[in-house]
Antibody
């Protein structure tokens, strides 16, 4: 069965960096668009970023653009999120989620996220 | 961009039907058939229950249905059951290469 397992969360000071990982299994990893989504009790769910199946296309929420970098290693079935210049408002539970196969365009945002990991908690605090 | 607008809470009795609304704009819900709905129980990850406005993933009960009218999407749950008590979130493409979620609705089964 499809499994996504996030890791790398923790407590970090404002301005520092953190790298999240998401290990995937149970499906052909190199075929799917992958996303990062974060959640806080106050703001609910917030889409963070997506990466295409071949890593050629990446899109980011305005709130993280220029600070976060999404990447993937299809040989290791692993998704990453490099988070730089962290702020208090980045504190959240971070989920990786599977999208559908897409070769470009609107379909990156269609089809919903059919599998989610259990999340990894990031706390930005001095 | 502000989140899509959902009611904070809705409630219903077992065997009744309820509808949760998700209001966006003509730039997102009003233009793109990309609305998804997620169910989230406490301490669990979200679960996809509706995608592309009306489609149910395999294994999701046909008691869940989705629709749109203008700039508003709706999730209807018929024949409410105790296990439906959860938080529900909508999402939509924004037209600017980003995705937006609703603020979430807490469903209470009385």
């Amino acid at each position: 069965q499809v499994q996504l397992v996030e890791s790398g969360g923790g407590v970090v000071q404002p301005g520092r960096s953190l790298r999240l990982s998401c290990a995937a299994s149970g499906f052909t990893f190199s075929s799917n668009t992958l996303h990062w989504v974060r959640q806080t009790p106050a703001k609910g769910l917030e889409w963070v970023a997506l990466i295409s199946y071949d890593a050629n296309n990446k899109y980011y929420a305005d709130s993280v653009k220029g600070r976060f970098i999404i990447s993937r290693d299809n040989s290791r079935n692993t998704l990453f999120l490099q988070m730089n210049s962290l702020r208090a408002e980045d504190t959240a539970m971070y989920y990786c989620a599977r999208g559908k196969y897409c070769s470009g365009g609107l379909c990156y945002f269609m089809g919903g996220f059919d599998s989610w990991g259990q999340g990894t908690l990031v706390t930005v605090s001095s | 961009q502000s989140a899509l607008t959902q009611p904070a809470s809705v409630s219903g009795s077992p065997r009744q039907s309820i509808t949760i609304s998700c209001t966006g704009t003509s730039s997102d819900i009003g233009t793109y058939n990309s609305v998804s709905w997620y169910q989230q129980h406490p301490g669990k990850a979200p679960k996809l229950i509706i995608y592309d406005v009306t489609n149910r993933p395999s294994g999701i009960s046909n008691r869940f249905s989705g629709s749109t009218s203008g700039n508003t999407a709706s999730l209807t749950i018929s024949w409410l059951q105790a296990e439906d008590e959860a938080d529900y979130f909508c999402s939509s493409y924004t037209g600017r290469s980003t995705l937006l979620f609703g603020g979430g609705t807490k469903l209470t089964v009385l």
